[in-house]
T-cell receptor, first 113, second 113 residues
Framework: DVKVTQSSRYLVKRTGEKVFLECVQD?????MFWYRQDPGLGLRLIYF???????EKGDIPEGYSVSREKKERFSLILESASTNQTSMYLC????????????FGPGTRLTVT | AQSVTQPDIHITVSEGASLELRCNYS??????LFWYVQSPGQGLQLLLK??????LVQGIKGFEAEFKRSQSSFNLRKPSVHWSDAAEYFC???????????FGTGTRLKVLA
């Protein structure tokens, strides 16, 4: 079974802090994704990566950056956390040639105070 | 613009009753369509997908969905709901030529004993 893990289930940070959210997948997937999930808004794509060191902006990249130095790991970075970034963050990965079959991690609930 | 609409925010059914969750999409070409389920505190799990071919798609956990091009719909059904089906359900459209999903805002299902 595909396993996508996220470094933390719950995280509390202060405004202005730099925040790192880590995602690791164990199935050699090329494609990885970061979403945020907010009530009434569904899931919105922040960034995705289709290869090591490759990244593309999603629908809401402002205030975020990403890093993919190794195939199995995709990090989401909040350079200076703000309260409007309080949300559930979901990571996903998908196999090569099957970008639509995404497997999701359990999510990180981030609270910025 | 591409969009996905889930018109029901909440649905309550009795255990053993049938279920239909609605999903309508707006897309210029043949869409790739998906249903995901999210149990409380969990990530998203793929229930089923439609790419082409037979318009009635079988998924896991006894769910099925029917693609109706004339109605731009991809409704999810289950003949007899179990208490463990209580969760949030997301419909998604895959955008051809990209890696992006467009998610609906979700339908939260409550099951009465």
């Amino acid at each position: 079974d595909v396993k996508v893990t996220q470094s933390s289930r719950y995280l509390v940070k202060r405004t202005g802090e730099k925040v790192f959210l880590e995602c690791v997948q164990d199935m050699d997937h090329e494609n990885m994704f970061w979403y945020r999930q907010d009530p009434g808004l569904g899931l919105r794509l922040i960034y995705f990566s289709y290869d090591v060191k490759m990244k593309e902006k999603g629908d809401i990249p402002e205030g975020y950056s990403v890093s993919r130095e190794k195939k199995e790991r995709f990090s989401l970075i909040l350079e200076s956390a703000s309260t409007n970034q309080t949300s559930m963050y979901l990571c996903a990965s998908s196999p090569p040639g099957q970008a639509y079959e995404q497997y999701f991690g359990p999510g990180t609930r981030l609270t910025v105070t | 613009a591409q969009s996905v609409t889930q018109p029901d925010i909440h649905i309550t059914v009795s255990e053993g009753a049938s279920l239909e969750l609605r999903c309508n999409y707006s897309y210029g070409a043949t869409p790739y369509l998906f249903w995901y389920v999210q149990s409380p505190g969990q990530g998203l799990q793929l229930l089923l997908k439609y790419f082409s071919g037979d318009t009635l798609v079988q998924g896991i956990k006894g769910f099925e969905a029917e693609f109706k091009r004339s109605q731009s719909s991809f409704n999810l059904r289950k003949p007899s709901v179990h208490w463990s089906d209580a969760a949030e359900y997301f419909c998604a459209v895959g955008a051809s030529g990209t890696y992006k999903y467009i998610f609906g805002t979700g339908t939260r299902l409550k099951v009465l004993a």
